[in-house]
């Protein structure tokens, strides 16, 4: 059986998904669960992972396509830099293909890459139940959900370990033909996050004073690390003795959901704000973000975080703190006031990217 595998390599973890090739229809694999799931940090142990995954394969199996969704920059498809591995960040081709994938069906791509692959997908397949609109702005939903119409460039970004954004440009095809898809990485998220609000300057004060960051970024803040920090800064700054308090979940395995769960479930006031806060510089940010791709096709937010925020995010008691801020720019409302934003409640994007892509190329 011809096969096609995909990974999706993150920060701290790290996930693989085998489908066969059957005509034009990409099918399960009858030896392999839908997600092979692995702890992967380090260049080693993506390696071990990887060789016990192709030493697992049947014999009979070709391996006809291996697409490598990877959290960082990728140079010409041949080389990465992972982002938030803490050492030997950098890997290329050459090193996965001594691994033991094919040298001339290997692509690696940025996870946002993977992800939008995924989402056009699924606009196309017309998955329209994964989609679900923030805010009620008028702008139109997207006019196409299905392979043979375009609605305009669209936008992409996943809040998680870090921070990924993607502008996805749609180009005429021939006709007949869908719209050629062109993702775009962008790295916007590591340039620094101006203050607009007294919260942001607490917050940038902070990171200064105790992270020694003098220019804090977008990815300092939007992002699990910058949830903590948010949470850590609100409660330095007030004086109501919540410093104290917030040492609690600070020291869990997990702060930054501790930190989420406390302020979806009203358990902390402070966990709340610092959601609050969090979740209007996102919506700045995706109003960056549309701004440059002009996203008349829609912006789209995802990411396991989302998917677990979502009731906070529809609900958020401070009027829906993402849409305000998004359209908060008063020379430029009435435009960003055309581009619908979403939520996707779809999760495994950049794995369903992978294996939709790799099979175009195959």
Not at 77 to 96: A, K, Y
Not at 244 to 254: E, F, N, P, Y
């Amino acid at each position: 059986m011809n096969i096609i595998i995909g990974f999706d390599i993150g920060g701290t973890n790290s996930r693989a998904a085998i489908a066969g090739v059957e005509g034009d229809k990409l099918i399960p694999h009858p030896d392999f669960p839908d997600l092979i799931d692995q702890k992967v940090g380090s260049k080693n142990a993506l390696k071990a992972f990887i060789r016990d995954l192709l030493g697992r394969l049947p014999e009979t199996d070709r391996l006809t396509g291996a697409l490598l969704a990877l959290a960082g920059p990728v140079t010409h498809r041949r080389g990465v830099t992972m982002t938030n591995w803490p050492e030997s960040r950098d890997m290329t081709l050459e090193e996965f293909v001594e691994w033991g994938l094919p040298r001339e069906r290997t692509t690696l791509l940025n996870d946002m890459e993977a992800g939008c692959y995924g989402l056009v997908r699924h606009l196309r397949e017309g998955g329209g139940e994964y989609f679900e609109r923030v805010g009620d702005h008028d702008a139109p939903s997207p006019v196409a959900l299905d392979e043979n119409g375009g609605a305009g460039n669209r936008v992409f970004i996943a809040p998680g370990t870090g921070l990924g954004a993607a502008g996805i440009i749609e180009v005429d095809g021939p006709p007949g033909a869908p719209p050629r898809v062109y993702p775009i990485a962008a790295e916007l998220q590591n340039t620094p996050m101006p203050v607009l609000r007294a919260e942001h300057r607490t917050v940038v004060d902070w990171l200064r004073r105790e992270k020694h960051i003098p220019h804090p970024t977008w990815e300092d803040i939007v992002s699990g690390r910058g949830l903590v920090s948010l949470y850590r800064a609100l409660a330095a700054a007030s004086t109501n003795g919540s410093a104290g308090a917030a040492g609690v979940l600070i020291r869990t395995a997990d702060p930054a959901a501790a930190i989420a769960k406390a302020g979806i479930m009203g358990e902390d006031p402070m966990a709340r704000q610092a959601l609050s806060v969090f979740y209007g510089c996102v919506g700045h940010f995706c109003q960056l973000m549309a701004l440059g791709f002009q996203a008349f096709g829609g912006v789209f937010i995802g990411g396991a975080s989302t998917l677990k925020n979502r009731d906070f995010i529809q609900d958020d008691p401070n009027g829906s703190v993402l849409p305000n801020a998004f359209l908060n720019n008063p020379t430029q409302r009435p435009l960003l006031a055309r581009f619908p934003l979403y939520l996707v409640k779809k999760g495994d994007l950049n794995l369903d990217g992978t294996l939709w892509f790799g099979h175009h190329l195959s």
